[in-house]
Structures are given as C-alpha cells and as structure tokens.
C-alpha cells in the first residue's frame, strides 16, 4: 500500500498503515523539537510534561495517604505533612489539571478537527508551553527551598504571617496563569478563523465547543489570580497591609478574588473533560450526538455561571445570609446544565452500537462520577448542610470526585482514544480493560470512605486526627494503593506499546470524528490538500444508505 | 429511621436543635443523589448490554430528543435543587438568627487553642460550659489568622476572624461533652486545635456558674503577653479599658451627647450615618467603629476619633462590647419592681 494514502479516502478496507513520515520525524534533532511551531508536537511536550507532573503529584498524595494510616504521626512530621498537601494541590492544579486536557489534546486534535493547518498563531503556542514550564520551575523549586505551607489556596493573614518564604511559588502561579490566557486566545481565535469550508459552527465537533467555552474562561478569569497573587505576594514581601487585619487589611476580600478565579477553574478543568467525553461516547457507541445543540449550549451555559457562583466556597466566613442564598441558587444552575449533558451522553448510548474498549469503560465510570460527584456538590451548596460538611473530607471528597472522578477519567479515556492517531501504534486493549476497572474501583474506594470522614466531622489539611476516624482513614488509603497500582500498568503497557505496538492505521475506531481523517500519525501538514466536510461529524451511516430517524 | 440513617452515614451524635433538622434534609438529599447516580450508571451498563456492537461499521438511527425532553431533563433536577434549597435556606436562616434569650459566650481563637469568657465572670481555655436547653450565643474573634470554630455533634461552624466578629449559636439538647475542632487550616498544630463543651443540665450549670464566681480565678483571656492580669466580671474589665485607652474623655456614660455620642442605650440603638444610611449598633458595629472609626460615622459628630486598630486585643474589645451593652437607663433606676418592666433591646 502507498504509504502517501490519500487520508480523504477512508474506505472500508483500508488496511492498517504507518505514515512512515510524520509530524514526529520530518524534523529530526532536540531543537527541531524545542523550535518546532507545530501544535501536535507541542501537545506531545505538553503531554510529556504533565504527565511528570502528575506522577509528582501523586507521589505527594500517596505521601499524604500513608501518612493518614494511623492516627498518630508515622512517617512524616507535621511541617513536612503541611507543605506535602500543599505540594499535591498545587501540583496537581496548577501544573496538572488546568494545563492537561486543553494543552495536550486541545493543542493536537484542535486544528484536527477544525481541518486546519494549525491553530492561528503558532508562535504564541510555542510561548504558551515556554512560560508553562518557567512557571512550573519557579512554583515547584520555591516550595521546595521555600517550604511553603498554606495550603494552595494561600488564605491571608496565615499566607501573609507564616515564616516560610512565598514569593517565588506566588510568583510561579503568576507567570503560569499567562501560559492558559495564551492557550485560551489561541484557541478562540483558531475556531473563530481557521474552521474548513463547510465546518460551520453547529457541525463543530462537541470537543471543540468545550474546549471554546473553556477558553473563554482562561481568557476572562485567569488575570484574577495573577492579581490575588501578586497582591498576596507584594503584601508577604513588602506588609503592604492589603489582606492582614493587623494592618488595616481584609482577610475575607483575599477569598473573594480567589474563588473568583479558582472556582471557574473548576470549569476550566472539567469542560474539556466533558468535551472528551462527547467524543468519546458519540465514537464508541457509533451514535450521533443526542442533543448536540443542548450539549453545545450548556457548556457555554456553564462557563456563564460560573463565573457568579464563587461565593459557595463562603457560606461560613461572615458572608452575609442573602449572599449565600444567591450563591447557592446560582451554584444549582450549573446542576442543571450538567444533567442536560448527562442525559444527552446516557440518550445518545441509546440504540447505538457499542464497542467497549478501555474508553468505554472510563466513561461508564466518568456518567457515575459526574452525577455523584456533582450531585454532592448540590448537596454542598445547600447552605444548611454546608456548615457541617464545610472544610472536612465531605467537600474533599466531592472535589476529587469531580477533578479525579471526571477529569481524570476523561483524561484516561482522552490518552486511549487518541493514543493510535498521535503515536499510529496500539496498545493491548484488554490491558487497557484491566486498568479501567482497577481505576474506576480503587477510586471509588479512595474517594467514597472520605465523604463518611466528612459526614463523621474529620475536617480537611489534619495531620492528626480522633481515633474514631481511623476506619475510614484506612479504607480510604488501601484504596489510593489500588489506584496507584492501576495507573502503573498503564504506564507500562502504553510504553511498551510505544515501542513494539501494533500499527494502528488512521481510524482504528471506525470513528467518524474529524481528527480521524488523516493518517497515523499525522503528517506535519496535517492534511494533504483541503477536505470536504459533508456530514455532520459522528454520522455513523453509510452515505445513500436509508436511516431511520427516531424521536424521543 | 433516622437511627439507621445516621449509623450508614457516619453522621456523629445528634446533640443540637440545629442537627436534628438539618440531618433530615441530608438524608433526602444524599438518598437522591446515590440512587440516580447509581441508575445513570447502571442504564449505562444495560445499554451496553442490549445495544452492543454486532459487526464492524455497523450503521445507527439517527436518534435525537424531543423538546419534551429536553425540557424534562432541565425542569426535572431543577425542581429537586430548589426544593432542597427552599428547605436548607430556611433552616440556615434560622441557624444564623440567634434567639432573643440567648446566653452569650466570648471566644477567642489563637494558635492553637480557644479560649471562653462569659460576660458576667469566668473564663477558661479549651472547655467551654454550657447548659442544655438553653441557647447560647457564642461572638468569636482570632488573635492571629482565621481559624473555623466546629461542633460536629451540633453541626454548626463558624469561621473564627481576626479584627472582626462573627457569631454563631446553637442550643444543645443532650448533656455530654462534644468535641470542638478547628475546621480552617492555621499551621503546623491545626490538627490539634480541639476544645470541648461540656453541656451540663441547668441546674447543674447554674450551681457550676455561681461556684465559678465566688472563686473567681485569673481571668486567663486577659493573663500573659495580653497584659496585667485582671480578677472580675468582663463588665468591670471593660470599665477599666475604656478608663485606660481615654475612651470616656469623647464618650459619655449618662446619655449627654459629648465629642462622640454617648454610650448609655448605645446598644441596638439605631443610629443614623452622615451618609443618611441607618445602622443598628450591634456588636460587629461596636468593633468595627473602635478598629475603622471613621468608616460609618453617625450624623452630627465630625470624624475625629483615631483606631484603635493594634491599641485594642482582642479580649480588651470584647470586654468594651460588654461594657457598652451594660449600659442601660433602665439599670440606673434604683425602685425595686416585681416582675420585668422591659424587654432586653436585642433582636
């Protein structure tokens, strides 16, 4: 066979093709790497990155886990436990979560998608990635010779009091923010100008839409918390006296600009999660989107309200009680727009035929996650019951249902679907099947024992804690080794498939995604000449063929 | 049922007014959200079942909603979440409304202990006493950074502020002793930051109360790095304060307006700003016009009075507070009556 295929021709026998020139080998050497202007390769250095930053987050969970075990101190002191979690949650947000889907599969299957040549400006893309990784550098090496300890949201007057030195990991977060304000304009400006001839807006792929809405959020949200930042760090430097009461300054405002950026953060880590996950389901069932309109829309509905809803991380701060009630309503609409999609994914399984491979798997786990974990962040929104589970493992528990739940689950489906199209190699599926049940069962065991910790009062960041806990506390780490272990064949059946793999050939998924219209991998230019888009992407029937049109 | 409930739960002893209505909401909402995230995933995995993939490239229906539907899956989780929110928000508004004849208790929240002070006498660190029955209304502050103050038994927390109040209140309905945690993280002990309130009957309480000032110990509140220690009511402390810091050379205790307007009914009194805007001046008034007094001035005086911000500790402007609410006209009259000839000016 031609090893040019023609990548527009997707016959039904095509055979299972390695492009053997492709965007990782037209260029050879580091600095045709580090000098590259070509959005898969930089999602492949975005991959590589966050993927280091998630095994070092995990790491410091897995520290916090054990350490948690016993009531009594083991194996770490108080201090060290302190700047352990603050390590995690930093980590893991600020150089994981927010980067990971839009910066690894944005980046690469963005323009994909869109039939473009690659997003439009290029050369700020590069940047994005340059300033991710200062920032990243300057965040993980001033916690380390700093020892930060306040926790990652850096409430004043303990940020502004604690000996420790802060100015560099403040600094850090500061410059990363610049790295997703990129992302995110280039991303608005790509899907604004660089759509194919006959892409319109409502035959965008759901991924995209999500991943718009999310940019819009980078762009509009992101200069908050380089403000609260810097405030927090000129105050710690200089005692400015902005946020310490004992110098004229307000504490609680210092939480108000945090959550107004670190609550729609969540939006920025979960929409892409959602946007995967569209994909996902539409791909793997071999469905039309249900409800495309609805799922396009909610996700815009969401980067909306998002914005008016950080007042529910307050409810016991002073805020007053009419405040907290239109935070809480607010907070409910984003309920609302996620069960619109929730049931738009369980509609579009609906007559359907499904394949089921590691993907599948995450996103039957992802449906329970969503629900459980947003559902409890209903719970959690309605005041009464805030004040008891406020700042204990309940609201623990419910965030990582939400950022371990759903967007790490999306993010594991993310690799396995697209691992074929970025690499053209296949790992083992029935691995893959393996580690999926070890992840979605080692996480629910990890993460439902919390919400009891948080029912039973355990209050969160506590080294120590009542003997009554322990159960809980014991359960809750066997199930963090299970997931760990999940996560480790993961990594080794991937690396090996990287190596000695299969050859996947340009769709092993029958997807009818448009990312799946090239080659595997795909060649630097992406697409030979210019596609035509006829059909809606997921059209799963052959053209001519009679379709059966249902409603329900 | 609600045994059953609250053993599956986890969900500790049920030792408040407070928790017991809350608790019922919680199951309802927790009953809710098990059940439909487990059906979500199980008709997931039936669709899997009846819907699985027959050969290769196999063609689907075009399948889409009806605005029926649509419509469905928007009203119905909307209607759940305002049902809950309907019914959380009014029991919130009743947690945050203290009572008329509440018992109030200072606390103070410092790295990592709290202390107690009651306004007519004794204080301690760490245990707070209490009686059961009876509402208690507690006015917390922190010496340093923001501390959360957490009864899990009562379901209540609140966080605990420098510079400022907060308030919070519960009535305890079981005596026993109910551990208190810190909820906001604070440093390297905040997990050792525990209290107890120990509730007791009334009557015991009462006879506990009585006990506690006739042997009236070194305030502690007031001991060590805090200043001179002082023995006495925190009326009388605060007496001494406003003496001291030269309060009583602007403020007058006899009703006469002087250089600032007097203190005599100043509490709950409703006073009218230069800026028109009326205010009660309830305890978070008082402390915000010693820490920012020139930030809600009253009509007719200039704004001339400095902060105290720094001049002030905490247990100083507590102790000022109580002062200042002591100061009631009726209090001057000295004829003896039978029965109560005034409601308390409290909300």
């Given at each position: 066979m031609n090893q040019h295929a023609d990548s527009s021709a997707l016959a039904p026998t095509e055979a299972r093709v390695y492009q053997e020139i492709n965007y990782l080998n037209a260029d050879r050497g580091v600095a045709s790497w580090l000098k590259t202007l070509d959005h898969k390769r930089i999602g492949v250095m975005y991959f590589v990155s966050v993927l280091l930053a998630f095994l070092l987050g995990g790491?410091?969970?897995?520290?916090?886990?054990?350490?948690?075990?016993?009531?009594?101190?083991?194996?770490?002191?108080?201090?060290?436990?302190?700047?352990?979690?603050?390590?995690?949650?930093?980590?893991?947000?600020?150089?994981?979560?927010?980067?990971?889907?839009?910066?690894?599969?944005?980046?690469?299957?963005?323009?994909?998608?869109?039939?473009?040549?690659?997003?439009?400006?290029?050369?700020?893309?590069?940047?994005?990635?340059?300033?991710?990784?200062?920032?990243?550098?300057?965040?993980?090496?001033?916690?380390?010779?700093?020892?930060?300890?306040?926790?990652?949201?850096?409430?004043?007057?303990?940020?502004?009091?604690?000996?420790?030195?802060?100015?560099?990991?403040?600094?850090?977060?500061?410059?990363?923010?610049?790295?997703?304000?990129?992302?995110?304009?280039?991303?608005?400006?790509?899907?604004?100008?660089?759509?194919?001839?006959?892409?319109?807006?409502?035959?965008?792929?759901?991924?995209?839409?999500?991943?718009?809405?999310?940019?819009?959020?980078?762009?509009?949200?992101?200069?908050?918390?380089?403000?609260?930042?810097?405030?927090?760090?000129?105050?710690?430097?200089?005692?400015?006296?902005?946020?310490?009461?004992?110098?004229?300054?307000?504490?609680?405002?210092m939480q108000h600009?945090?959550?107004?950026?670190?609550?729609?953060?969540?939006?920025?880590?979960?929409?892409?999660?959602?946007?995967?996950?569209?994909?996902?389901?539409?791909?793997?069932?071999?469905?039309?989107?249900?409800?495309?309109?609805?799922?396009?829309?909610?996700?815009?509905?969401?980067?909306?309200?998002?914005?008016?809803?950080?007042?529910?991380?307050?409810?016991?701060?002073?805020?007053?009680?009419?405040?907290?009630?239109?935070?809480?309503?607010?907070?409910?609409?984003?309920?609302?727009?996620?069960?619109?999609?929730?049931?738009?994914?369980?509609?579009?399984?609906?007559?359907?035929?499904?394949?089921?491979?590691?993907?599948?798997?995450?996103?039957?786990?992802?449906?329970?996650?969503?629900?459980?974990?947003?559902?409890?962040?209903?719970?959690?929104?309605?005041?009464?019951?805030?004040?008891?589970?406020?700042?204990?493992?309940?609201?623990?528990?419910?965030?990582?249902?939400?950022?371990?739940?759903?967007?790490?689950?999306?993010?594991?489906?993310?690799?396995?679907?697209?691992?074929?199209?970025?690499?053209?190699?296949?790992?083992?599926?029935?691995?893959?099947?393996?580690?999926?049940?070890?992840?979605?069962?080692?996480?629910?065991?990890?993460?439902?024992?919390?919400?009891?910790?948080?029912?039973?009062?355990?209050?969160?960041?506590?080294?120590?804690?009542?003997?009554?806990?322990?159960?809980?506390?014991?359960?809750?780490?066997?199930?963090?080794?299970?997931?760990?272990?999940?996560?480790?064949?993961?990594?080794?059946?991937l690396i090996w498939a990287l190596k000695y793999g299969d050859i996947a050939g340009p769709n092993p998924w029958n997807s009818k995604g448009y990312e799946w219209l090239t080659s595997s991998p795909p060649i630097k230019e992406n697409f030979e000449h210019t596609l035509d888009y006829p059909e809606e992407p997921h059209t799963y029937h052959e053209p001519g063929e009679e379709v059966e049109h249902v409603v329900i | 049922m609600n045994e059953i409930m609250r053993t599956i739960l986890w969900l500790p002893v049920q030792a408040s007014t407070f928790a017991k209505s809350v608790d019922q909401l919680h199951y309802f909402v927790i009953t809710v959200t098990m059940v439909s995230s487990i059906a979500v995933g199980l008709l997931a995995f039936g669709f899997f079942f009846k819907y699985r993939q027959i050969r290769p490239r196999q063609s689907t229906p075009v399948v889409v909603p009806s605005v029926k539907f649509e419509l469905a899956v928007v009203v119905v989780p909307l209607v759940f979440f305002l049902a809950w929110f309907v019914q959380g928000y009014g029991d919130y508004v009743w947690y945050t409304t203290p009572p008329k004849d509440t018992m109030d208790v200072y606390v103070m929240g410092k790295k990592w202990m709290w202390k107690f002070a009651y306004p007519d006498g004794p204080n301690a660190v760490g245990t707070l006493h209490v009686p059961a029955n009876r509402p208690v209304r507690l006015l917390l502050t922190s010496r340093d950074v923001i501390h959360s103050f957490f009864v899990p038994d009562f379901r209540i927390k609140m966080d605990v502020l420098p510079g400022r109040y907060t308030e919070t209140w519960f009535e305890a309905t079981k005596p026993g002793r109910y551990q208190v945690l810190c909820a906001e993280y604070c440093g390297t002990w905040h997990s050792q930051m525990w209290g107890e309130v120990v509730v007791m009957p009334p009557a015991e309480f009462d006879a506990w109360m009585l006990q506690q000032k006739v042997g009236l110990t070194e305030r502690v509140d007031t001991g060590g790095d805090d200043g001179p220690a002082f023995h006495g009511t925190l009326v009388e402390y605060g007496k001494k304060v406003a003496m001291g810091q030269g309060c009583l050379k602007c403020h007058s205790l006899d009703g006469d307006p002087h250089i600032g307007p007097t203190w005599l009914d100043l509490y709950h009194r409703r006073e009218t700003l230069e800026t028109g805007e009326t205010v009660i001046a309830d305890e978070a008034y008082l402390t915000d016009s010693m820490m920012d007094p020139r930030a809600k001035i009253v009509k007719g005086y200039k704004p001339v009075m400095p902060?105290?911000?720094?001049?002030?500790?905490?247990?100083?402007?507590?102790?000022?507070?109580?002062?200042?609410?002591?100061?009631?006209?009726?209090?001057?009259?000295?004829?003896?009556?039978?029965?109560?000839?005034y409601e308390p000016a409290r909300r």
């Open positions: 790491i410091f969970a897995m520290i916090v886990r054990l350490e948690l075990t016993t009531p009594e101190p083991t194996l770490i002191s108080a201090n060290t436990y302190n700047r352990m979690f603050t390590l995690h949650g930093m980590v893991m947000i600020f150089l994981f979560m927010i980067p990971a889907i839009p910066g690894v599969f944005g980046n690469f299957c963005l323009p994909l998608m869109l039939g473009a040549k690659d997003v439009a400006f290029p050369r700020l893309n590069l940047l994005s990635l340059y300033v991710y990784w200062t920032g990243s550098a300057l965040v993980l090496w001033g916690v380390i010779t700093g020892g930060a300890d306040t926790g990652w949201t850096f409430y004043a007057p303990y940020s502004t009091t604690t000996p420790m030195t802060l100015f560099p990991v403040l600094f850090g977060v500061f410059i990363l923010g610049f790295s997703s304000i990129l992302t995110g304009l280039n991303f608005i400006v790509t899907i604004h100008t660089l759509r194919a001839p006959g892409i319109t807006w409502m035959k965008m792929p759901l991924f995209v839409w999500a991943i718009y809405a999310t940019s819009i959020i980078q762009v509009l949200a992101t200069p908050v918390i380089g403000l609260t930042t810097l405030l927090v760090g000129i105050e710690k430097v200089g005692g400015f006296g902005l946020f310490d009461p004992g110098r004229g300054g307000d504490p609680v405002l600009l945090f959550w107004f950026y670190s609550h729609p953060a969540v939006y920025i880590m979960v929409l892409p999660a959602m946007g995967v996950m569209s994909e996902i389901i539409a791909a793997y069932a071999r469905k039309n989107i249900f409800g495309y309109k609805m799922i396009a829309y909610s996700s815009l509905g969401i980067a909306f309200v998002g914005f008016f809803a950080w007042g529910h991380h307050m409810f016991v701060s002073g805020q007053s009680p009419f405040d907290d009630g239109a935070f809480a309503v607010i907070s409910m609409l984003v309920g609302v727009f996620t069960a619109i999609k929730v049931f738009n994914w369980v509609g579009t399984l609906y007559r359907g035929a499904i394949y089921v491979s590691g993907p599948f798997i995450y996103a039957c786990g992802f449906l329970f996650f969503i629900v459980f974990g947003g559902m409890t962040g209903i719970a959690v929104a309605t005041v009464s019951l805030d004040v008891h589970w406020h700042d204990t493992y309940f609201v623990v528990a419910h965030f990582h249902f939400i950022m371990v739940g759903a967007v790490i689950m999306a993010f594991l489906a993310a690799i396995h679907y697209w691992f074929p199209k970025m690499f053209g190699k296949m790992y083992h599926e029935g691995w893959s099947m393996v580690a999926a049940v070890f992840i979605v069962l080692g996480f629910n065991a990890t993460f439902i024992p919390q919400f009891l910790l948080g029912n039973a009062g355990m209050p969160r960041r506590y080294y120590m804690y009542p003997e009554r806990f322990t159960t809980l506390n014991v359960f809750s780490t066997a199930g963090s080794t299970l997931l760990a272990f999940g996560f480790i064949i993961i990594a080794i059946y | 902060t105290y911000r720094g001049k002030l500790t905490a247990p100083d402007a507590a102790a000022l507070v109580e002062f200042i609410k002591s100061l009631r006209s009726q209090n001057l009259d000295n004829t003896p009556s039978k029965e109560a000839i």
